[in-house]
């Protein structure tokens, strides 16, 4: 089995592959203070509650936009699973072209979701990932990384507005039931809310005017489920999109598959 890790800077989304077949996934809590022993406990009691046998992993990858923690990741893949874990990023094979001004720039997150969607609905393609930060990625017709844009999330916005005010209070972020708020929360929630479909409506438009008006849109990410729902132009949500490209990019630097 093939354990796949998705770094990111708020949660770690933990994928198991046997075969094709993602078998189970877990979200773990960021923290870049933890060490490869406390993670490989934590691992460990979770695959024991799901069922599953540690020894049966044989293959680990990781993608990680936090760099303190891929070197704990790799250290835990080789004292609790005896194996080698791949890394994305320089040296290892793709099988997408990067055609970004400085390729190093790129998160490994972006493009390992990106290659499971140009795998999965072919090109042209943009990715939208509604983590952190919330990405678009555009990728040609022939599965070359053009580059993208770069947004705050609407949980980074909703803190700014909590952090940087004297009076604005903490919100749950959630549709609000009219455009017209009547209260600090409410409003706070409508400008949050349609003023963020408003940014992801945007800016597919113009990066589809660049890319090709055909271009399909898939997304995934955390609040990806909720905005497919708001905005049309989203053809489908992939909760799973980085784990599901993780796998294709292990397959992709394996001599004989696993």
């Known amino acids: 089995m093939l354990l796949a890790f998705d770094v990111g800077n708020t949660t770690i989304a933990v994928g198991l592959f046997r075969g094709r077949k993602l078998v189970k996934s877990w979200k773990i809590k960021t923290d870049s203070e933890k060490t490869g022993d406390e993670y490989g406990a934590l691992l460990l009691n979770l695959m024991q509650v799901a069922g599953l046998a540690p020894g049966k992993v ?26 080698t874990a791949r890394v994305v990023g320089p040296g290892l094979k793709t099988g997408m072209p990067i055609l ?18 140009f795998e999965k609905y072919g090109g042209p393609v943009i990715v939208l990932d509604f983590g952190t930060a919330t990405t678009f990625d555009a990728v040609s017709a022939k599965g070359e990384y053009l580059g993208g844009a770069i947004a705050p999330g609407i949980r980074i916005s909703a ?38 479909i408003g940014l992801v409506t945007r800016t597919i438009a113009e990066i589809r005017k660049e890319l090709g008006k055909n271009a399909k849109v898939i997304s995934t990410g955390g609040f990806g489920g909720q905005v497919a729902a708001e905005v049309p132009e989203i053809e489908a949500h992939e909760p799973d999109l ?3 490209g993780l796998r294709i990019i292990h397959e992709r630097n394996l001599d004989v598959r696993e």
Do not use: W
């Open 58 to 83: 044989s293959g680990a990858i990781i993608s990680s936009v936090v760099p303190p923690l891929t070197s704990a990741i790799e250290e835990m893949c080789r004292v609790y699973f005896d194996t």
């Open 242 to 244: 980085v784990l599901e």
């Open 159 to 196: 803190e700014a507005l909590y952090l940087k005010t004297a009076k604005l209070p903490r919100i749950e972020i959630r549709k609000p039931k009219r455009a017209i708020g009547r209260t600090t929360v409410s409003s706070m929630q409508s400008g949050l809310y349609f003023g963020y």
């Open 100 to 117: 970004y001004e400085n390729p190093l720039e790129v998160g490994a997150d972006r493009i390992t979701a990106a290659v499971a969607a």
